[in-house]
């Protein structure tokens, strides 16, 4: 099944108010965060709130995804064995170095239902991105921490990310190689504007399948952008349509408006379309 995950937005655990609103936004996806934006004695007021949030089931469509402390801080096992009593869509572990720390997780956490995502956010998590991908489990998705990185690289924050594009480049390659959705980091400049949208259409150049937010201003923008325009949705239902054709089936390339259009462009409009048919689901009330 096609999932959207355009819009990925953070929630700290922590706001009471940030979690009831966002039963009202349109991301595609919330993270309900006890790690990063939760202060050390707000933890386990977080933790409660979340996983009486996830378990009322109050967002509707919206997927929903906690991210729990690592295992190593004085809170990590209690997140995660509420966590998965919860049974949220899923668990996003952070400081992810490699697959033995997923597998431990899925270790800890039993039989649960809620698949994992793991945060990219390391130099060791970028030179094992292969062996992490490859993880197997209940691993569904990756998703860069590219604040977390340029911390670790000890580098600074470029408009153009050129200094990040090897390690985003290589965590989409193998993201794909694995059958894996993989979400591009956050935009931390929330006033400007074309800087964002100018990041998301990097994020797609890429090939991510959506981008983390930290605004509930970033969410439009960003949708519009990972989603597949209506003249990308009207091409790709002709290219199907024409492979679909008595005369056409069974061939490798065919000509279709004055150009060779081969078997991989309809791979990818059955892609397009399914995306689409998808985000309509979604958003239909």
């Known amino acids: 099944m096609t999932r959207p995950r355009r819009s990925v937005l953070y929630i700290p655990g922590s706001n009471a108010r940030a979690l009831e ?14 790690e990063d934006a939760v202060a050390p004695d707000a ?14 089931k109050m967002f509707g469509k919206r997927e929903v995804v906690v991210r729990i402390n690592a295992l190593s801080t004085p809170w990590g096992d209690a997140d995660l064995a509420a966590t998965a009593a919860a049974s949220p869509d899923a668990i996003l572990v952070p400081k992810v170095s490699g697959p033995q720390d997923l597998q431990e997780i899925e270790r800890r956490s039993g039989n649960g239902s809620a698949r994992l995502w793991a945060m990219v956010e390391t130099p060791s998590a970028i030179l094992n991105i292969a062996d992490l991908a490859g993880a197997g489990g209940r691993l569904c998705c990756l998703v860069m921490g590219t604040n977390d990185l340029i911390k670790e690289l000890r580098g600074v924050h470029t408009q153009d990310r050129r200094n990040l594009t090897a390690a985003l480049g290589l965590s989409v390659l193998a993201a794909r190689a694995h059958g894996l959705a993989i979400i591009d980091g956050v935009y931390n400049d929330i006033q ?72 991989l ?13 998808a985000i309509t689901q979604l958003e239909r009330p």
């Not at 609103?21 to 006890?34: C, F």
């Not at 462009?265 to 048919?277: F, G, K, N, P, Q």
């Open 192 to 263: 400007n504007a074309d800087g964002f949208a100018d990041a998301c259409m990097q994020g797609k150049s890429f090939g991510f399948d959506g981008k983390t937010l930290i605004h509930p201003s970033q969410i439009a923008p960003c949708n519009a952008i990972f989603a597949p325009s209506a003249d990308e949705v009207e091409s790709a239902r002709k290219i199907i349509a024409a492979f679909e054709l008595p005369e056409n089936r069974g061939k490798g390339a065919i000509k279709l408006d004055g150009r060779m259009v081969e078997l």
């Open 265 to 277: 462009h309809a791979e990818s409009a059955r892609r397009t379309v399914a995306l689409a048919d």
């Open 43 to 56: 933890k386990d007021l977080a933790r409660t709130q979340v996983c009486d949030a996830v378990k009322s």
């Open 21 to 34: 609103k966002a039963r009202t936004l349109p991301a595609d996806t919330l993270i309900l965060d006890l």
